[in-house]
């Protein structure tokens, strides 16, 4: 089993393929604006279904498509068939901010796709549009409901919460997720990148969302999916399902991300809040074998020490954190 300098194993992979997004999130990339990836650099289906082969032989289990927004990279659908057959592979999964899913989820799901995630921050239209700048609502609920018709399941929605924009969603979004059989995810507002601004007077933590919730939804903790997963779950106790809450900045989990990230234009990434990346991509390209991409991503994988999270809740603690001193890829660049 291939771990890291503190036990970690390597078992899911996030891959962006493509940094391109037809919104403007105010907390992911809020720049009209960006020094967008020459598409030439992009890698290619091909290239990408190669690396994920050689990334499950490393332990990998789980893949996410990630972008940017991954449904305006066109024909996507031919890469989740590509991928969906993988030996070894337990989980393909797909993050999206659902402005094209109506016309992709069927598509998707006949490639093979079984798990999807919806980007939905507020069920306020004018609110939606003010947070992604560009975003429609409705086509975006109109894409998550193709999704439940096409047969995806589970459907995740998730909620990025700033205190002052959208906390006062927080009972709309889960009394909208329990009606229609969707399961809720909250996420705390994190400093990825840099061009969000992140300020910790707009975070909400975990245990103020849990609070709102439980006080008119009861919850009764289950944990961490495989005691690794980003979210502490919650079940509802009247049986409505569950709600989970990813706390990177209040509750860090470390000691536990078993992640990896390849960036659109293919450099293996290995924390969220990383400065850079190791350059995958040029090594395919000259001609490596299998063997030595394996052995090059094992390297890097054995001497990953990043606790990045952890690191900021200690030094928040001590009144000594200062995010513009931390410079970060873009999430954009970087994917979820």
């Known amino acids: 089993m291939l771990t890291d300098t503190y036990k970690r194993p390597l078992r899911d992979l996030r891959i962006s393929v493509t940094d391109r997004c037809n919104f403007r999130c105010t907390y992911c990339m809020p720049l009209d604006e960006y020094d967008w990836i020459d598409k030439r650099e992009i890698l290619s289906f091909e290239e990408i279904a190669r690396v994920a082969r050689i990334f499950v032989r490393a332990g990998v289990e789980k893949l ?200 659109a234009d293919g450099k293996l990434v290995t924390c969220l809040f990383s400065s850079a990346g190791h350059d995958l991509k040029t090594r395919i390209r000259s001609g490596a074998s299998d063997d030595e991409l394996f052995d090059f991503i094992a390297g890097i994988w054995r001497s990953r020490t990043d606790r990045y999270s952890a690191e900021r809740l200690e030094a928040m603690r001590s009144s000594n954190y200062d995010p513009k001193t931390h410079k970060k890829i873009e999430m954009i660049t970087l994917g979820g």
């Not at 975006?140 to 998730?158: H, M, Q, R, T």
């Not at 906390?167 to 329990?178: E, Q, S």
């Open 64 to 263: 996410r498509l990630t972008g940017g927004e991954p449904l305006v990279r066109t024909n996507v659908e031919r890469l989740v068939a590509e991928l969906a057959p993988i030996e070894g592979l337990k989980e393909l999964c797909l993050t999206t901010n659902g402005s094209l899913l109506a016309e992709k989820a069927a598509a998707l799901k006949a490639g093979g796709l079984k798990r999807i995630n919806v980007s939905i921050d507020t069920l306020d239209a004018e609110k939606f549009r003010r947070m992604t700048k560009r975003g429609d609502l409705g086509k975006v609920l109109e894409g998550l409901f193709a999704a439940k018709n096409a047969g995806l399941d589970p459907i995740k929605i998730n909620a990025v919460i700033e205190r002052g924009v959208n906390d006062g969603d927080i009972l709309d979004l889960v009394a909208f997720a329990r009606e229609h059989g969707f399961t809720m995810r909250f996420i705390e507002y994190m400093d990825v990148g840099n061009a969000n601004g992140w300020t910790s007077t707009k975070l909400v933590p975990k245990k103020e969302i849990v609070e709102i919730i439980h006080r008119r939804f009861p919850l009764k903790e289950v944990g961490r999916s495989q005691g690794s997963a980003p979210a502490v779950d919650y079940e509802f106790a009247d049986g409505g399902g569950r709600v989970g809450v990813v706390a990177s900045v209040t509750e860090p989990f470390c000691s536990t991300c078993n992640r990896a990230r390849l960036t």
